[in-house]
């Protein structure tokens, strides 16, 4: 595989029912790298190839630690073997159950129950990742748009890189990409129906699991390292 120019930190579902409908829907496999029919569901607003295009080059995965440049003299086997140890010193996060909902225009299933053992997780993996990354330059701060952060996301984007981290973190599993209201509205009513059966309950995190940017934006799936603190 090419050299990735970025890593991040997802949790991506084990094997499963949950997984091979997710990796359906938007149209690409991660883990096998392998693109995915994707389902003719009746109702959609849109073409699923259309209200999935933004999500699919990431690939279904709830960020734990946002993309990120590596540190000056880290390679792929570095930032791996800092992602091992630090799942090696963490507990899994369980929540109840995964809840299907219109977040802030595109359509997303988020965890309900347990927040706070989430909550500490996604900041000791920030935190625990922090020495892996590469200070952000210019052109990834403004990608953020920091005008239109607040006072204390922007205090976070300049610490920790990103600025949707500690108690502004809000674990969510993307399905669509932005959409319409009415879009969003008829989209959910076939959603909801089509993943129910599969949603896993409880929910849980169980593994961290490294993810790599090639050089044309695609996200590969490198290792999944199971926490076991």
């Not at 949950?18 to 359906?24: M, P, Q, T």
């Not at 900041?123 to 625990?128: H, I, N, S, T």
């Not at 981290?165 to 879009?183: G, I, Y």
């Not at 089509?194 to 940017?213: K, R, S």
């Amino acid at each position: 595989m090419e050299k990735m120019k970025r890593y991040a930190v997802y949790y991506a579902p084990r094997a499963g029912a949950f997984a091979a409908r997710a990796a359906e829907w938007l149209g690409w496999d991660p883990v096998a790298a392998e693109p995915r029919p994707q389902p003719q569901l009746p109702g959609l607003p849109a073409a699923v190839a259309d209200l999935t295009a933004e999500p699919r080059k990431y690939g279904f995965h709830g960020t734990i630690r946002a993309p990120f440049r590596p540190a000056d003299g880290l390679g792929q086997d570095e930032v791996a073997a800092g992602v091992a140890e630090l799942a090696s010193r963490l507990k899994p996060a369980v929540c109840d159950h995964l809840r299907l909902v219109n977040l802030h225009g595109f359509l997303a299933l988020i965890p309900e129950g347990g927040e706070a053992a989430l909550q500490a997780l996604g900041a000791a993996v920030v935190e625990g990742t922090d020495a892996l990354r590469a200070p952000l330059n210019e052109a990834e701060i403004a990608r953020r748009r920091p005008e239109r952060l607040s006072s204390r996301q922007r205090a976070l984007l300049d610490r920790w890189g990103y600025p949707f981290v500690m108690e502004e973190f809000r674990f969510h599993l993307t399905l669509t990409s932005s959409l319409s209201a009415p879009d969003a509205a008829a989209a959910r009513n076939v959603l909801e129906p089509h993943f129910a059966p599969v949603l896993p309950q409880p929910f849980a995190i169980e593994d961290l699991c490294l993810f790599g940017e090639d050089g044309a934006g695609r996200f590969h799936f490198l290792h999944r390292y199971a926490l076991t603190g």
